[in-house]
C-alpha cells in the first residue's frame, strides 16, 4: 500500500528557533494534510492543501504541496513552547477518501 | 468549524467484554467516516472506512467480526469491540468528513485498557 515518509522522526530546539518537516511518498496524492496530536487527543487539523504547488500559511505555519504531488512540507516559524506535539502528514487520493498518515515528527521546545 | 465528538474518552473493561464506541459529527453530515488504532509512539493506522447505510470496508488483517462497525445514520458511526482481549488495549480514533467537502475532523480519541 501508499506510505508515507515524514523526517525527522523527533526534533528538540530552543524556544524562537524555526522549524521543518517534510513527507515524501513515491506515489501521488490529491490532498496534503498537516496536523497535531497532543498526548491522549485525537489529531487537529494545521493546513489541508489541495492543489500542486500550492503555498499555504496559518499564522507561524507554513506549507506547501509539492509540485510532483509527491512530498509537502510544514515549516514552523519563531517557535513557542505550546508548539510542542507530535505533527502528522497525510496523503489523500480522493479513492474512498481514505488519509495515509505519515509517521509523524515529534517536536519538543526548550524554554 | 466541523467538531466530531468521540465517547467514551476512556473506558476499563474486562477480558471476553464488548465495548461500544461512538463517533459523532455534530455540526455536519458525514456519509463516510473512519476509524484509526494509534500504539503508543506511533502513527494512525486505518481500520476501516464507515459508510452510511452500507457494510464497513475492513482494511487488510483488520477482523470484521471482532470490530463492529454500524453507521446508522449521517451524524452517528458506532465501533464495537468484541470479547475484547488485553492485545486490544489501544488508542482508538475515528475521523469524519463532511459531505460537502472540506477537511477531515477527528474525534478526540479513546483509550481502551482491557484487564
Known amino acids: 500500500g501508499q506510505q508515507l515518509n515524514q523526517s525527522p522522526q523527533s526534533m528538540f530546539i530552543q524556544e524562537g528557533e524555526d522549524v521543518s518537516m517534510n513527507c515524501t511518498s513515491s506515489?501521488?496524492?490529491?490532498?496534503w494534510l498537516w496536523y497535531k496530536q497532543d498526548p491522549g487527543e485525537g489529531p487537529v487539523l494545521l493546513i489541508a492543501?489541495?492543489?500542486?504547488?500550492e503555498l499555504t500559511s496559518n499564522g507561524r505555519l507554513t506549507a506547501q504541496f509539492g509540485i510532483t504531488r509527491k512530498d509537502s512540507f510544514l515549516n514552523i516559524s519563531a517557535s513557542i513552547p505550546s508548539d510542542v506535539g507530535i505533527y502528522f502528514c497525510?496523503?489523500?487520493?480522493?479513492?474512498?477518501?481514505?488519509?495515509?498518515f505519515g509517521g509523524g515528527t515529534r517536536l519538543m521546545v526548550k524554554p | 468549524g466541523a467538531v466530531v465528538s468521540q465517547h467514551p474518552s476512556r473506558v476499563i473493561c474486562k477480558s471476553g467484554t464488548s465495548v461500544k464506541i461512538e463517533c459523532r459529527s455534530l455540526?455536519?453530515?458525514?456519509?463516510?467516516m473512519f476509524w484509526y488504532r494509534q500504539f503508543p509512539k506511533k502513527s494512525l493506522m486505518l481500520m476501516a472506512t464507515?459508510?452510511?447505510?452500507?457494510?464497513?470496508?475492513?482494511e487488510q488483517g483488520v477482523e470484521k467480526d471482532k470490530f463492529l462497525i454500524n453507521h446508522a445514520s449521517l451524524t452517528l458511526s458506532t465501533l464495537t469491540v468484541t470479547s475484547a482481549h488485553p492485545e486490544d488495549s489501544s488508542f482508538y480514533i475515528c475521523?469524519?468528513?463532511?459531505?460537502?467537502?472540506?477537511?477531515?475532523?477527528f474525534g478526540s480519541g479513546t483509550r481502551l485498557t482491557v484487564v
Open positions: 475521523s469524519a468528513r463532511e459531505d460537502r467537502g472540506g477537511g477531515y475532523t
Open positions: 492543501l489541495y492543489k500542486a504547488g
Open positions: 497525510a496523503g489523500g487520493t480522493g479513492k474512498g477518501n481514505m488519509l495515509t
Open positions: 464507515s459508510n452510511e447505510g452500507s457494510k464497513a470496508t475492513y
Open positions: 455540526d455536519f453530515q458525514a456519509t463516510t
Open positions: 506515489s501521488i496524492f490529491n490532498t
